[in-house]
C-alpha cells in the first residue's frame, strides 16, 4: 500500500465566485461552498483517513470540518498552505490590477516564479513552505490516505512541484476549481498523478455553477 495525499481546494467564497484576488483576505465560505463541503464529507468520510492537514484561514477550515466531524479526526493547521500573499493587489479585480499595476502584472503573468504581486509571493517562495508540509507527510505516514485542503494557486503549485512541472506554468498547466480534489500516490517511483480537479462527488448543480 502506498501514501496517498488527497488535495482539495476549498469551496466557493465570493471571490472565487468573481476572480477576486483574495490570498491573505480571510472571507467565509459562500452557502454554496458549506453544501460543497458538506458534499465532500459525506462521499470521502468512507475512506480511512491517516491525517487532515490544513491552511489556518476561515475558507480552508470550514471546507475541512464536516469530513472531521464525520470521522472523528483533528485537523493540523499548517502556514505553509496558505494561499499566495497578493501583497498590494489584495481584494482588487483583475481589471483594477491591470489599471493601476500594468508592467508588474504583465510581468507576473510572464514569469510569476520569480515575480510577485506586489509586496506578494512568487511560486517559487510558495513551493519552498509548502514543500516543508509535503515532506512532513511523507516521513510521518508512508502509507494510507492523507487529506490536505488548502488553496487555487497554492495546490496548484504544489502539484507542479511533485510533478516537475516548470513553477512559472502552473495557472498554465494545473486546474483547480474550488472544492475541486486531486490525488497522488507516492511510490518507489515518485509522486504519480492519478486524479486532477475532481468534482464527480458534487450534485449537478454545484458542479455546473459558474466560478474560478
Known amino acids: 500500500m502506498s501514501l496517498k495525499i488527497y488535495f482539495v481546494r476549498h469551496g466557493e467564497t465570493t471571490y472565487s465566485q468573481t ?3 483574495c490570498g491573505a ?9 458549506s ?10 468520510a468512507k475512506l480511512p483517513w491517516n491525517a487532515v492537514y490544513v491552511s ?3 475558507r480552508t477550515i470550514a471546507t475541512a470540518k464536516p469530513l472531521c466531524d464525520a470521522v472523528g479526526i483533528e485537523m ?7 494561499e499566495i500573499k497578493y501583497g498590494e493587489w489584495e481584494g482588487k479585480t ?6 493601476e499595476y500594468e508592467e508588474d502584472y504583465i510581468n507576473w503573468l510572464t514569469e510569476p516564479a520569480w515575480n510577485a504581486p506586489n509586496g506578494g509571493e512568487t ?9 516543508l508540509v509535503i515532506a512532513e507527510i511523507e516521513e510521518k505516514y508512508k502509507n494510507g490516505n492523507v487529506l490536505v485542503v488548502s488553496h487555487k494557486a497554492t495546490i496548484r503549485i504544489i502539484l507542479c512541484s511533485l510533478l516537475g512541472i516548470d ?3 502552473y495557472r498554465d498547466r494545473i486546474a483547480a476549481l474550488a472544492a475541486s480534489v486531486s490525488i497522488v500516490k507516492f511510490d518507489v517511483r515518485g509522486p504519480l498523478l492519478e486524479v486532477l480537479g475532481d468534482r464527480s462527488y458534487m450534485d449537478e448543480t454545484l458542479r455546473n455553477l459558474p466560478g474560478t
Open 19 to 21: 476572480g477576486g484576488f
Open 25 to 33: 483576505i480571510d472571507p467565509e465560505l459562500t452557502p454554496v461552498g
Open 35 to 44: 453544501q460543497m463541503a458538506e458534499q465532500f464529507a459525506a462521499t470521502y
Open 56 to 58: 489556518p484561514m476561515k
Open 76 to 82: 493540523q493547521l499548517r502556514d505553509g498552505l496558505r
Open 94 to 99: 483583475v481589471e483594477e490590477v491591470k489599471e
Open 123 to 131: 511560486s517559487v517562495q510558495i513551493a519552498s513552505r509548502a514543500s
Open 167 to 169: 513553477l512559472g506554468r
